[in-house]
T-cell receptor
Framework: GDSVTQMEGPVTLSEEAFLTINCTYT??????LFWYVQYPGEGLQLLLK?????DKGSNKGFEATYRKETTSFHLEKGSVQVSDSAVYFC??????????FGSGTRLSIRP | DTGVSQDPRHKITKRGQNVTFRCDPI?????LYWYRQTLGQGPEFLTY????????KSRLLSDRFSAERPKGSFSTLEIQRTEQGDSAMYLC??????????FGSGTRLTVV
């Protein structure tokens, strides 16, 4: 069945460092891909999405490119801030408009 | 638009008791989803409604779990004869289009 595998955390970086969180997927066809974020004490929020191969989703300085050939959707940010500390979930759109989530990567940014 | 509301925020119950959670979706959203999230894991799909029809149920949803969405508005998720393994965050989401989810803040269930 459809599944998502993402980089295990926690990931700890210093402020202004470059961030990559790896995500790969297994699915039939070409699903939509998502990154969700969960800030401390808050609900899940959509961060960005891409609906077809080679699409780049972007938001708040974060980017991810839908790579069909490597079945990947890695999350990147050029310069992280303390406020980016959160748990990040890679996800894919499956049947019946259902979303399947990865296990999450906890990111901590040191000032 | 007040977002997706879930009630209660926290529930502590004794093993063997029944519990019921409520989700109020965004009013114009016709799709409603229930997920379960345990510590250190991503949300796992439980069930999905389009209007009042329950269109899909996960194998995770044992016979002790039942969900309803009367009149296609709010939804309830009931767990009968709770077990310690049911302890988790139960998340509700609603959408109007494919994958355009808005999540609620969740109900945290602790079974003691």
């Amino acid at each position: 069945g459809d599944s998502v595998t993402q980089m295990e955390g926690p990931v700890t970086l210093s402020e202004e460092a470059f961030l990559t969180i790896n995500c790969t997927y297994t699915a039939t066809g070409y699903p939509s891909l998502f990154w969700y974020v969960q800030y401390p004490g808050e609900g899940l929020q959509l961060l960005l999405k891409a609906t077809k191969a080679d699409d780049k989703g972007s938001n708040k300085g974060f980017e991810a490119t839908y790579r069909k050939e490597t079945t990947s959707f890695h999350l990147e940010k050029g310069s992280v801030q303390v406020s980016d500390s959160a748990v990040y979930f890679c996800a894919l759109g499956s049947s019946a408009s259902k979303i399947i989530f990865g296990s999450g990567t906890r990111l901590s940014i040191r000032p | 638009d007040t977002g997706v509301s879930q009630d209660p925020r926290h529930k502590i119950t004794k093993r063997g008791q029944n519990v019921t959670f409520r989700c109020d979706p965004i009013s114009e959203h016709n799709r409603l989803y229930w997920y379960r999230q345990t510590l250190g894991q991503g949300p796992e799909f439980l069930t999905y409604f389009q209007n009042e029809a329950q269109l899909e149920k996960s194998r995770l949803l044992s016979d002790r779990f039942s969900a309803e969405r009367p009149k296609g508005s709010f939804s309830t998720l009931e767990i009968q004869r709770t077990e310690q393994g049911d302890s988790a965050m139960y998340l509700c989401a609603s959408s109007l289009e494919d994958y355009g989810y808005t999540f609620g803040s969740g109900t945290r269930l602790t079974v003691v």
